[in-house]
């Protein structure tokens, strides 16, 4: 009879033991950082995202994110550039002058942000297309080699990215500029980031 107890409270043990192991595996795993990206908006030439970064830990972490000035796919020139803060979806949305004006003042591509613990963070994304272009992403979304997005049509495995290295993620903008797999406009992906522990 006292084998038995001794037996079951040992397995309860263990068993408590790893579930923990398995919800720190889980924790180390996601970098106790949650993506969020909304739904793509915009028309024509001007498409706008913004993705949500949450911290999970009990820590700060550093995130920074830089973008060129242009870039080119298919050789179609394109931009993306980073947002105010101010500027929300619902605000670009009603006010279409907004862009013209921002794109001839001189404006920073770069981000450098402690994000605090249990704090979300929301970095505003814009894609613009200067020459009126059929190229234009069907979907764009911020993404790292541990938090996916459901690209229509584009396998995981076009996701190369390195992994963590000395508690960093880098992070890539994804752009999908058609969800068949056969289109000549592909996918493309911008390494523009990292997040990482601060000291």
């Known amino acids: 009879m006292i084998n038995k107890i001794v037996f079951r409270l040992f397995l309860v043990l263990c068993f408590g033991n790893c579930s923990n192991n398995n919800y ?49 796919h298919n050789n179609k020139k ?3 550039i980073l947002l105010p803060e101010s500027m929300t ?9 907004f862009i013209q004006n921002f794109l001839q003042s001189d404006y920073s591509n770069t981000l450098n942000k402690i994000i605090k613990p249990k704090e979300n963070y929301t970095v505003n994304i814009a894609f613009i297309n200067d020459n009126n272009s059929n190229v234009i992403p ?19 495995s076009l996701i190369k990215q390195d992994g963590r290295k000395n508690d960093s993620l880098n992070i890539s ?24 522990y601060s000291n």
């Open 24 to 72: 720190d595996n889980i924790h180390l795993q996601n970098f106790g950082i949650i993506i969020v990206n909304s739904a793509r908006h915009g028309q024509l030439n001007y498409f706008n995202i913004s993705t949500t970064f949450s911290n999970d830990t009990l820590i700060p972490v550093h995130l920074k994110i830089s973008f060129l000035k242009q870039y080119v």
């Open 78 to 80: 394109f931009r993306i």
């Open 89 to 97: 979806v619902e605000k670009l949305r009603n006010n279409g002058t």
């Open 138 to 156: 069907g979907q764009l979304a911020l993404i790292s080699k541990l938090h996916k997005f459901n690209f229509g049509s584009i396998p995981d």
């Open 173 to 196: 903008l994804g752009l999908n500029f058609s969800v068949l797999t056969d289109s000549v406009y592909g996918f493309k992906l911008i390494p523009c980031g990292t997040i990482y």
